[in-house]
């Protein structure tokens, strides 16, 4: 919701209240929006490798209210003393939202973890029902209610809202730290992907014709003494410890990735 209300109207709010230009609230408006869909991957590699999710979300929730306040504190400065507090805000928001938007989808999975019980299955059907619900609603009221009371009360009340909102959501969370299921980071995908790729890269002309496609090269790649890096490197049975790492699991995602990317040129040419 406080995403949602910030971007409906920002551009109104940095031309008539920051007398901003219109080129420049618009390059404004992109950064902020771009940012905030850029930075969930940075938000999703720091759960995975250093804090775990549940720990992750309450960081960022911290910074998101913090650059709330900020924001809601530029309102009621003015243009001439606010400023670089509001872009400030801005950026801090763009920071936080990405640890939220990357971990609050996959802890809420991390709840009903067992795949094999049936009623955990169709408990984690019904949690991704109501989330994605519960998103549109609240898209629905930012571009309606909160807009409305933007443009006609003035943005500090139209800030000072979703900010309240997402204060008392953060504390409703953190009410059920006991209850909630934490794993603990095992690293992330986004390490070994790249490495296959550079090894897809580097893999031998003479074994390149034997590969099923592009990635499938990795498994040909040689360290300096000619031994397999895959052999040495990734294959966990050696250790005798649980895989955390496959090739498939790394095919299938550059698999989705293929499939999903030319949604987001669509959008745009659209």
Known sequence: ????????????????????????????LF????????SPLFGGYFADTFLGRFQTIVLFDVVYIVGMVL?????????????????????VIAMGTGGIKANVMPFGADQFADISNDDQKQQ??????????????????SFTG????????GFTYGLAIPAVVLLVSAIVFTIGVKQ???????????????KMLYFAFRAPWDDRNNALSFLDRAKFA?????????????????????????????????????????????????
């Open 1 to 28: 919701m406080a995403f949602y209300s910030i971007s409906a109207n920002l551009f109104l709010f940095l031309t008539n209240d920051m007398k901003v230009h219109n080129e420049t609230a618009n390059i404004i």
């Open 31 to 38: 950064l902020f929006v771009g940012t905030c869909f850029v």
């Open 71 to 91: 924001l809601v504190g530029g309102t009621v400065m003015g243009q001439d003393a606010a400023p670089y507090l509001v872009y400030g805000a801005l950026l």
């Open 124 to 141: 984690k059907q019904t949690f991704f029902n109501w989330s994605y619900f519960m998103i549109n609603l609240g898209a629905l009221v």
């Open 146 to 153: 909160i807009a409305y009371l933007q443009q006609d009360k």
């Open 180 to 194: 909630y299921v934490k794993l603990k980071p095992s690293g992330s995908i986004v390490g070994p992907s790249l």
């Open 222 to 270: 040689r360290n300096p003494s000619g031994v397999l890096r895959f052999t040495n490197r990734y294959l966990p049975a050696l250790l005798h410890t649980p895989p955390t790492f496959t090739i498939p699991t790394t095919f299938s995602t550059f698999s989705s990735l293929r499939t999903f990317l030319p949604f987001p040129l669509v959008t745009y040419i659209a």
